[in-house]
């Protein structure tokens, strides 16, 4: 049997479910955007990195305002959403040269959103067979750069 280690996923395997508070208000209102991950500052939105990535560049856009559904979503924050979601995906198109972008939206546990109070928006580069034998068979993720080089690539076309 082989093992993959990947202890930097403990945190949220400790924490998942049992926070006390919004994981993306807490961090919107911190004071360290790289150590938050947010990669920019909308007027009704931001954009953050997915700590837990499904591929290099997966990113999210999440609303200031702590909504449950989308519908709740004032009008001038859908817009800026759609408007930064059109940004993010030629950011990734630029960087990454993906064959094509993922973007999605989980509303509500049983949908499968991890945060399930606050929508966001996800957007990440997909490659034809991204999920390849690691994935599928050996049920890991292999990731080719740091979080934190993908922060500052996304930070520099924002």
Not at 12 to 20: D, E, I
Not at 25 to 38: E, F
Not at 110 to 138: C, E, Q
Request: aromatic share 10%; hydrophobic share 40%; with cysteine.
């Amino acid at each position: 049997m082989d093992y993959l280690w990947t202890p930097w996923r403990y945190t949220y395997l400790s924490t998942a479910g049992r926070a006390p508070s919004c994981i993306f208000c807490d961090l919107h209102r911190g004071d360290d955007d790289q150590k938050a991950l947010i990669v920019y500052r909308g007027v009704q939105n931001f954009i953050i990195l997915n700590a837990y990535p499904y591929n290099s560049g997966h990113s999210m856009i999440v609303p200031y305002e702590h909504l449950d559904q989308l519908h709740k979503l004032p009008a001038a924050a859908a817009m800026e959403m759609m408007e930064l979601s059109q940004r993010l995906e030629t950011a990734l198109l630029e960087i990454y040269k993906p064959d094509g972008v993922n973007l999605g939206m989980n509303v509500g546990k049983a949908a499968g959103a991890g945060v399930a109070g606050h929508i966001h928006l996800h957007v990440l580069p997909r490659w034809v067979a991204d999920s390849n034998f690691m994935t599928v068979i050996g049920e890991a993720r292999v990731l080719p750069e740091l979080l934190e080089t993908t922060y500052q690539r996304l930070k520099q076309k924002f």
